[in-house]
């Protein structure tokens, strides 16, 4: 209805309607209550003029009126409170088998890169109709991924994970902004959502990959050296980290905490801070030996191998095809 209105951006995701009607109800409230302030001045102006020979008079105040004017609007207050609070938890809640996209930000450009392996810059290819995840961190200052068009908009930090979701319900493209002022290019610093239908996507998808994030993390996993430690038995002198994405973990000084993205990042660069009980303080800290792209794809890899058997063989069917990717970054040009 509203979409040939040019006051408002386009409804391209499921929750863009939610947040317009909230806005359209708050938008109806306030310009009802600057219409009765309006239309009571000018009468009580005219009312109580003052006029030649008519003393003023004293008004006492009155109290079933001062309850009538508190009680209105903190009812009204009230339902804009948990209205908001509905669509919030909505926004801010992401679907569990929602696909995952990995998001950078740097001065000044956006680097996603899908589960599956593919890596694009200032662009997202998603398909329309399925939920997908955006796990954020930035490299440097704080930036803010806002797409008007899904109504959603949040703030990425650096040195942790942020999360925002979106189901797109039309295909098309899409403006993706930096909502925070982040330096001269802030406004330079944009790029396209492009959502495309289940089979264009497919297509778009099997254009090449370097393979599924979580394998690149396996890779990185190895190299590092984490496997002589993290053993898949129970030798190792690092925890095993097999089904351990998700669930909770007890910490030496007693803290429980899960093992979400934001932990298991933490646990890279700063592995002392949350240390599992009945581990030593052996490890050592990963902070700036990885790229965000790095820790991203051993998250992805951790996470992988908590994932159940279905999720796994999801993640890994449309992730094994050869080829060259046509948005990649080439690996050398890896921007830290
Ligand atoms: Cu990034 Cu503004």
């Known amino acids: 209805m509203l979409n040939n ?14 947040v317009d009607a909230l806005y359209i109800f708050l938008l109806i409230v306030t310009g009802m209550m600057a219409l009765l302030i309006f239309v009571c001045l000018i009468y009580f102006a005219a009312r109580f003029r003052h006029r030649p020979g ?30 908001g609070a509905v669509v919030y938890f909505k926004e801010r809640t992401p679907p569990d088998d929602a696909t995952e996209v990995y998001v950078v930000a740097k001065q000044w450009m956006w680097k996603l ?27 440097d200052v704080i930036h803010s991924f806002y797409i008007p068009a899904f109504r959603i908009k949040q703030d990425v930090l650096p040195g942790r994970y ?7 319900t039309k295909p098309g493209v899409y403006h993706l902004f930096c909502a925070e002022y982040c330096g001269t290019q802030h406004s330079g610093m944009v790029g396209d959502i492009v959502v ?18 979580s394998a690149t993390g396996e890779k990185i996993f190895a190299e590092l050296g984490c496997s002589t430690c993290h053993r898949t038995d129970t030798q ?51 902070q700036g030996l990885v790229s965000e792209e790095q820790v991203n794809a051993l998250v992805a890899y951790i996470k992988s191998i ?18 060259v990717q046509k948005n990649a970054q080439p690996n050398g040009s890896q921007v830290q």
Not at 62 to 77: G, K, M
Not at 306 to 323: L, Y
Request: charged share 20%.
């Open 54 to 83: 008519v003393p003023a008079e004293h008004i006492e105040g009155s109290t079933p009126l001062e309850i009538t004017w508190s009680t209105i609007p903190l009812l009204v207050f009230l339902v804009i409170f948990a209205w």
């Open 113 to 139: 890169e899908h589960a599956e392996g593919q890596r694009e810059i200032n662009e997202l290819h998603v398909p329309v109709g399925r939920d997908v995840k955006l796990i954020m961190t930035s490299q």
């Open 5 to 18: 209105f040019p006051l408002w951006p386009e409804q391209a995701s499921t929750i863009a309607g939610h």
């Open 236 to 286: 190792g002198r690092g925890p095993n980290l097999q089904g351990v994405f998700g669930r909770p973990v007890q910490l030496e000084d007693g803290r429980t905490v899960t093992a979400d993205e934001n932990y298991v990042r933490e646990c890279i660069l700063d592995p002392g801070a949350k240390r599992v009980k009945g581990f030593q303080p052996i490890m050592p800290t990963f």
């Open 306 to 323: 908590s994932a159940t058997k279905g999720e796994a063989g999801k993640t890994s069917a449309s992730a094994t095809v050869p080829g």
């Open 162 to 168: 942020t999360v925002e979701w979106f189901r797109a």
């Open 196 to 213: 495309l239908a289940p089979a264009q996507y497919e297509a778009w998808m099997n254009g090449g990959s370097t393979g599924p994030l």
